[in-house]
């Protein structure tokens, strides 16, 4: 018989006999054994137990910041696309100034026919084409890619570079910006515009060298520019007129007026009131026909316009 190691005595609360529970080396060992074993298997189902509700959090952790990527993402496609429309308009405003500045041909456009009749007297020159390769950011769709961003942050700095040129230039030369025209002659909508077009009168196809801009009668005509009023006279096409010399090779015309406001040999700035907006002469209805030669050759108002 197995040496007894260890006894546990039980003794209840009522007077019933005690109890006696005998262990022997062999079954305490089996015991201690068989209770570490289950303390590994606890300690091994909660080390799991904790391992999963880590990768649960953090799983729950990456799902919300890929929900606020995309958020962001989004934010910076709408931002990007935002920016792209602005260096489009960058790029449309710094070529007029570049056109200004003498810096580069001005692209002359073809538009569908206005209001105010033509001249058929004076001679009908070629209107030349717009370069394709000149203007704004191609549209489409974004896509978001370095490619896209490296792309307009070089157009962006294309355009610094030459707006900060520009400045130098304009900076240097004050007077000629002054005697640019670069402005509309007077409050309207631009009925007509430079180019070939139906005439309303004849209905022969005929070239329109100036543009027609719409508005009441009896609204104010300014200079475009700073200059001397060189005519102030009326003929049967464009009724009562003014044309003033600025310099620089600039002249402007305005035809159509009801009265005048001013008188030849008169020096005139930017946004002085020289007329009246009427429909005198070969003229469908009250407007104001604007007309810019440079050197002697008439070319597009619409070149020169810094506002719209």
């Known amino acids: 018989m197995a040496k007894k190691h260890l006894s546990v005595i039980i003794v209840p609360h009522t007077k019933t006999n005690t109890r006696t529970l005998c262990f022997s080396r062999r079954a305490l060992r089996a015991l201690a054994v068989g209770g570490a074993v289950l303390g590994l298997a606890l300690a091994a189902v909660l080390a799991d137990y904790v391992r999963m509700s ?6 729950r952790a990456l ?13 910076y496609e709408q931002s990007i696309s935002a920016l792209r429309s602005t260096i489009s308009h960058f790029e449309a405003y710094t070529k007029k100034l570049n056109v200004m500045a003498g810096l580069k041909s001005p692209e002359v456009l073809t538009a569908p026919a206005g209001v105010g009749g033509g001249e058929p007297d004076r001679e009908e020159e070629p209107v030349p084409e717009a370069d394709p390769g000149q203007g704004a950011v191609a549209g489409g769709p974004l896509v978001l890619s370095p490619g896209t961003v490296q792309n307009l942050n070089q157009k962006a700095l294309s355009i610094e570079s030459n707006l900060n040129s520009l400045l130098s230039f304009f900076e240097s030369d004050s007077l000629r910006l002054a005697t640019t025209p670069s402005i509309m002659p007077t409050a309207g909508w631009m009925s007509s515009v430079f180019g070939h077009r139906t005439d309303p009168f004849t209905g022969a196809w005929t070239m329109h060298y100036g543009i027609d801009i719409s508005t009441n009668p009896g609204n104010p005509i300014m200079a475009t520019a700073d200059g001397i009023v060189i005519k102030v006279q009326t003929d049967k096409y464009l009724g009562k007129n003014v044309t003033i010399s600025h310099g620089n090779g600039f002249t402007t015309i305005y035809g159509h007026m009801s009265k005048f406001a001013v008188k030849a040999g008169q020096k005139v700035k930017r946004r002085d009131v020289i007329g009246y907006i009427g429909q005198t002469g070969k003229a469908a209805g009250p407007h104001v026909h604007y007309e810019v030669w440079r050197d002697g050759r008439r070319v597009d108002p619409r070149s020169y316009l810094l506002e719209e």
């Open 54 to 59: 880590v990768i649960r959090g953090r799983y």
């Open 63 to 75: 799902k919300a910041e890929a929900a606020q990527q995309r958020t962001t993402i989004a934010t």
